[in-house]
């Protein structure tokens, strides 16, 4: 009967992981900045970014992010953006924990009368 050995698998160390992190440090920027992003993004990437960023575009959409390079079409999207809250923040932001729970359990004593008197909530 003949015993191999099984093989060996090492973990990867700190020195590689800091490696690996560096070297995508280094190539992002090149690989983000490559003359294809330049020539505008084109059908299909405008396509997928307007879907990604909204509700289904129409061709008309489409067709006009498509002439727009990358870094521009996500500044055109984002700037219409508002950075203030349009609604009115919930009553219950500024409460504590304790509060939070009497405030939930008043709501539910209230909602339990008004359906033992017929009022469903």
Do not use: C, Y
Request: aromatic share 6%; glycine share 8%; net charge positive.
């Amino acid at each position: 009967m003949v015993v191999t050995a099984m093989p060996v698998r090492r973990k990867m160390g700190r020195r590689a992981m800091l490696g690996g992190t560096a070297l995508m440090a280094f190539a992002a920027p090149a690989i983000l900045s490559s003359p294809l992003r330049a020539a505008g993004t084109g059908f299909d990437a405008a396509r997928h970014l307007l879907s990604r960023t909204g509700f289904g575009p129409k061709p008309s959409e489409i067709a006009a992010f498509e002439q727009l390079e990358h870094d521009a079409a996500v500044d055109r999207l984002l700037r219409a953006w508002k950075t203030e809250a349009v609604t009115p923040a919930p009553s219950w932001i500024g409460m504590s924990p304790p509060q939070a729970r009497e405030a939930q359990r008043t709501f539910q004593e209230k909602r339990a009368a008004r359906a033992a008197a017929g009022n469903p909530p």
